[in-house]
């Protein structure tokens, strides 16, 4: 069966220090992998999608990245934090009947 | 621009009272709708989506596209389904998800 694995599951960073949220999508190959931001009162907030090894498109101009060196991996990254990256992260992976998998995901807090 | 809007942030109700959870959208093809709900301390994950048509916990949403809702409805509530749900619409690649709706369902 498949399965979706992130980390850290939580994080606290100095504004201005870098980011690598890690993705890992196990039992399926080829996914279309995504990163979401979820805050309260804002729902989920698409950030970024892959359909293929080196394919991002980005959906909101900010201060992340992402990238997917591998088939089943998908990074979130940042140069240099901002407090208002401050919120919940989530990974998730489309299934064949086209629903959403999503991962635990990772609190982060910059301070 | 496709959108999600579910207009309520947070539905309380008793024990054994009806719900209607309430999604509207906006799209220029035919919409795949789809319902996720978080339980506390768990992940998000799928309820429902309206191509299957399906009753999952009691819970069912019919597509309206005449009033582009798709509400998510269950007769009688249960404190178990106290949780956060949200709507979601899923347009090419992407899914646009609405602001969620918090249930809470008192004994």
């Known amino acids: 069966s498949q399965t979706i694995h992130q980390w850290p599951a939580t994080l606290v960073q100095p504004v201005g220090s870098p980011l690598s949220l890690e993705c890992t999508v196990e039992g399926t190959s080829n996914p279309n992998l995504y990163w979401y931001r979820q805050a309260a009162g804002r729902g989920l907030q698409l950030l970024f999608y892959s359909v293929g090894i080196g394919q991002i498109s980005s959906e909101v101009p900010q201060n992340l990245s992402a990238s997917r060196p591998q088939d089943r991996q998908f990074i979130l990254s940042s140069k240099k934090l901002l407090l208002s990256d401050s919120g919940f992260y989530l990974c998730?992976?489309?299934?064949?009947?086209?629903?959403?998998?999503f991962g635990p995901g990772t609190r982060l807090t910059v301070l | 621009a496709q959108r999600v809007t579910q207009p309520e942030k947070l539905l309380s109700v008793f024990k054994g009272a009806p719900v209607e959870l309430k999604c509207n959208y906006s799209?220029?093809?035919?919409?795949?709708l789809f319902w996720y709900v978080q339980y506390s301390r768990q992940r998000l994950q799928l309820l429902l989506r309206?191509?299957s048509r399906e009753s999952i916990k009691g819970f069912t949403a019919d597509l309206n596209k005449g009033e582009t809702s798709f509400h998510l409805k269950k007769p009688f509530a249960q404190e178990e389904d106290s949780a956060m749900y949200y709507c979601a619409l899923k347009e090419a690649y992407k899914y646009i998800f609405g602001t969620g709706t918090r249930l809470k369902v008192l004994a």
């Open positions: 309206h191509i």
């Open positions: 799209y220029s093809g035919s919409p795949e």
């Open positions: 998730a992976w489309r299934g064949e009947s086209n629903e959403q998998f």
